[in-house]
């Protein structure tokens, strides 16, 4: 059974960083994508990435979050910079294998087959 297991979340003060990993054990998947969910709130999508390395990012991470992929290590990436109070939640990697592009950027969340268990990250003003 594939698990996907994130790791790297923590307590920054705002303007801090840190680099979320999500393992997929032994499976490259075409398309792995990070998503957020903070308390009280509906879970947001954050970053998604394609087997050809293009991403596509929601507004208010742009520029200051980076999605990557190694794919020797089945591992997915998610750097986050600069770091702003509103970014706290807890983050979960998901991961499908969506043949297209297209499907693996604008599909609902819901329709990602496999996800991780998720890691807090909390920053502070």
């Known amino acids: 059974q594939v698990h996907l297991v994130e790791s790297g979340g923590g307590s920054v003060q705002a303007g801090g960083s840190l680099r979320l990993s999500c393992d997929a054990g032994s499976i490259t998947f075409p398309c792995m994508a990070w998503f957020r969910q903070a308390p009280g709130k509906e879970r947001e999508d954050v970053a998604r990435?394609?087997?050809?390395?293009?991403?596509t990012y929601t507004n208010s991470v742009q520029g200051r979050f980076t999605i990557s992929r190694d794919d020797w290590k089945h591992t997915a990436y998610l750097q986050m910079n600069n770091l702003k109070p509103e970014d706290s939640a807890f983050y979960y990697c998901?991961?499908?294998?969506?043949?297209?592009?297209?499907?693996?950027?604008?599909?609902?969340?819901?329709?990602?087959?496999?996800w991780g268990q998720g890691t807090q990250v909390s920053g502070s003003s």
């Open positions: 990435i394609y087997k050809d390395n293009s991403a």
């Open positions: 998901a991961a499908d294998n969506f043949l297209r592009r297209a499907d693996c950027f604008n599909r609902a969340a819901s329709s990602f087959d496999l």
